[in-house]
């Protein structure tokens, strides 16, 4: 069983920055693509970054994109998304996911039924 657990979340001022982990134990962690999520209030949750099992391709939802960067260190079995130039509508609570079965999706595919593994997400509030 792969346990993903979140942390780095908080309250930011609009413009400021945040650094997101997600750690992962139980499961071959290097061998598995990643995701960001998240879920604002009264919202659906929506698809924010990918990064493939080898760290080479990312993908980001065009509303982050410039803004955000999802990285993974497969020694320390972490992911990570920095977050900059943070904005009011960027508030929300942020997922990360695990997708075991890499072979099956393409590195642009956002649907959330590609990730099989999730953590309990970490708050993330940026006031204006």
């Known amino acids: 069983q792969v346990l993903l657990v979140e942390s780095g979340g908080g309250l930011v001022q609009a413009g400021g920055s945040l650094r997101l982990s997600c750690a992962a134990s139980?499961?071959?962690?290097?061998?598995?693509?990643m995701g960001w999520f998240r879920q604002a209030p009264g919202k659906e949750r929506e698809f924010v970054a990918s990064?493939?099992?080898?760290?080479?391709?990312?993908h980001y939802a065009d509303s982050v994109k410039g803004r955000f960067t999802v990285s993974r260190d497969s020694a320390m079995n972490t992911l990570y998304l920095q977050m900059n130039s943070l904005k009011p509508e960027d508030t929300a609570v942020y997922f990360c996911?695990?997708?075991?079965?890499?072979?099956?999706?393409?590195?642009?595919?956002?649907?959330?039924?590609?990730?099989?593994?999730w953590g309990q997400g970490t708050q993330v509030t940026v006031s204006s």
């Open positions: 139980g499961g071959s962690f290097s061998h598995y693509a």
């Open positions: 996911a695990a997708d075991p079965e890499t072979w099956a999706y393409s590195d642009s595919d956002e649907r959330e039924d590609r990730f099989d593994y």
């Open positions: 990064i493939s099992w080898s760290g080479v391709a990312t």
